[in-house]
Nanobody
Framework: LQLVESGGGLVQAGGSLRLSCAAS??????????IGWFRQAPGKEREFVAAFSWSGGNTYYADSVKGRFTISRDNAKNTVYLQMNSLKPEDTAVYYC????????????????????WGQGTQVTVSS
C-alpha cells in the first residue's frame, strides 16, 4: 500500500488549500479501512487532524480544525482530499496522509490513532 500526498504550499492567513492523498496497492472496502490526515509542526508531536472511514463514510475531526477543514474522497480515483479553509499560522506543519487497515478496530481511538501506512508528507505554511 502506497500513499502519495500533494497540494501543500504557502498561503496567507485566511486562505485555503486542498491536499490530496492518492492510494495504490490496496482496495479499500470495509469499515476496517480508513484514510487519515495528521500533521507535525516543528518541535511538536504529530497530531491527528481528520479521518474518513471507508465503508461507512464516517468522518472524524480534531477540535482545532472542526468547521474549517473537510475530508472527502473520490472512490474512482482512490483519493482522499483535505480541504482546508480559514487557515491560521498555527496550521503550519508537515501534513501526512495515513491508511488504517487493521481489522476489528472500528472505534474512535482506532480511527484517530491506529494507522500503519504513511505517506511522505507535504509542507503547509500559513503566513500571518
Amino acid at each position: 500500500l502506497q500513499l502519495v500526498e500533494s497540494g501543500g504550499g504557502l498561503v496567507q492567513a485566511g486562505g485555503s488549500l486542498r491536499l490530496s492523498c492518492a492510494a495504490s496497492g490496496y482496495t479499500f472496502d470495509t469499515d476496517d479501512d480508513a484514510i487519515g490526515w495528521f500533521r507535525q509542526a516543528p518541535g511538536k508531536e504529530r497530531e491527528f487532524v481528520a479521518a474518513f472511514s471507508w465503508s461507512g463514510g464516517n468522518t472524524y475531526y480534531a477540535d482545532s480544525v472542526k468547521g474549517r477543514f473537510t475530508i472527502s474522497r473520490d472512490n474512482a480515483k482512490n483519493t482522499v482530499y483535505l480541504q482546508m479553509n480559514s487557515l491560521k499560522p498555527e496550521d503550519t506543519a508537515v501534513y501526512y496522509c495515513a491508511a488504517k487497515t487493521r481489522p476489528y478496530c472500528t472505534d474512535y481511538v482506532c480511527y484517530t490513532m491506529m494507522y500503519d501506512y504513511w505517506g511522505q508528507g507535504t509542507q503547509v505554511t500559513v503566513s500571518s
